[in-house]
Every structure is written in structure tokens, then in C-alpha cells.
């Protein structure tokens, strides 16, 4: 992998890794603050919360959108640097749950709080929508980003060669489910027909 966070976390447990960024959180979430995914996270979802409150009027359906775009520019960068903090980390399995569960369930919770004191109406379905979102994008953040795609940093490509891989990217992401379902089911045939 060539950027340097990466590099810096690179075959280390998982849980070396969460020590490191908890206790120097500075050298990940600061500096390699993601604003690729930052970005894109605000594109998805402040639409979302303008389109679930647009029916409280124009200005409470602005507010909604305006406090989800400002939570998610700033927190979907942190938890991207720590999603590719992670991407190296081992076991697989276990960084790849804490991206699954950990991250979304945090930020959703910090989302709702925002929220509920902003007084975004429908709250209750767009932390619903949120949360879905939340565990969809580390899943994608997490498949792109072992592809080299969304990086930050030393060696990370740009902006522009990240978009135009996206269409790839996506087509790959959502192929793979079904692929690894038609490869064990496979694997399941030639076993018991053995």
C-alpha cells in the first residue's frame, strides 16, 4: 500500500492498531482526515434528511440538511482515515466487523444526538436510513480502499482518477456478494459430490 498510513499500520493487530489510534489520534485523524469520503458522504446524505423533512417546510428541511452535511464533512473523515488505518490490520475479519458495527453505530449515535437537538423532524426514519447508510458505506469505503481507491496521502491518487474508477468500483462491490454466494455454493457441490 502505498500511502503512509497505511504503511504505518501495516500487519498489525487489530487491536495494536486501535491503541495507536486512540492514543495518538492526531497522526491519523488530523492529518489524514479524509475528505475524499468526507465529501462524497455529503453528496449521498444531505439530500436524504432534506427530502425526509421537506414536508416541516423549506426552512426546517434546510436546517436537517445543512446539520447532517456539516456532521458528516467533519465525522465521515475521521472514521475514513480510521477505515484506512484498518484496512491492513489483522485478522480481516475482526477489522472488518469493527468497520461494520463500531464505526456506524457510533457516528449514529452522535448523528442522533445532533439531531434531536436541532429538532430535525422524522428523526426516527432518517437515523434509520443513516444507519443503513453508515454500514453500506464502511463496506464500500472498506472494498475501495483495499483497491486503492479513496486514499489519502503519500501516493494516494487524485480526486479525478478516484471518480472515474467509481463506476468500476461500484459494479465490483455490489457483484461480489452474489460471486462469493456462486463460488461456495460451488465449493459445497464438489465437496458432496466427492
Known amino acids: ?3 503512509g498510513i497505511a504503511r504505518n499500520f501495516e500487519n498489525l493487530p487489530v487491536e495494536k492498531v486501535l491503541w495507536k489510534l486512540l492514543t495518538h489520534p492526531y497522526g491519523t ?3 489524514f482526515w479524509n475528505w475524499k469520503a468526507a465529501m462524497l458522504s455529503v453528496v ?8 425526509i423533512a421537506l414536508g416541516h417546510g423549506w426552512r426546517r428541511a434546510s436546517i436537517a440538511m445543512l446539520v447532517e452535511a ?43 444526538l445532533l439531531h434531536r437537538a436541532m429538532h430535525t423532524p422524522n428523526l426516527a426514519t432518517g437515523m434509520i436510513v443513516s ?8 463496506l ?4 475501495s480502499m483495499r483497491r486503492g481507491t479513496l486514499l489519502i496521502g503519500d501516493g ?9 474508477t467509481l463506476p468500476q468500483l461500484l459494479l465490483g462491490f455490489l ?9 461456495s455454493t460451488q465449493r459445497l457441490l464438489s465437496w458432496e459430490a466427492e
Open 131 to 138: 444507519l443503513f447508510l453508515s454500514a453500506l458505506a464502511s
Open 175 to 183: 457483484l461480489t456478494p452474489p460471486a462469493w454466494a456462486w463460488r
Open 44 to 51: 449521498c446524505r444531505a439530500p436524504i434528511f432534506l427530502l
Open 1 to 3: 500500500m502505498p500511502n
Open 70 to 112: 456539516g456532521f458528516r464533512a467533519s465525522s465521515t473523515g475521521f472514521f475514513a482515515a480510521g477505515t484506512q488505518a484498518l484496512i491492513k490490520a489483522r485478522p480481516k475479519w475482526l477489522a472488518l466487523l469493527l468497520m461494520l458495527t463500531g464505526f456506524p453505530i457510533l457516528t449514529l449515535v452522535l448523528d442522533g
Open 140 to 143: 464500500f469505503d472498506w472494498y
Open 156 to 164: 494516494a491518487k487524485s480526486l479525478w482518477s478516484d471518480l472515474k
Open 29 to 31: 485523524f488530523i492529518v
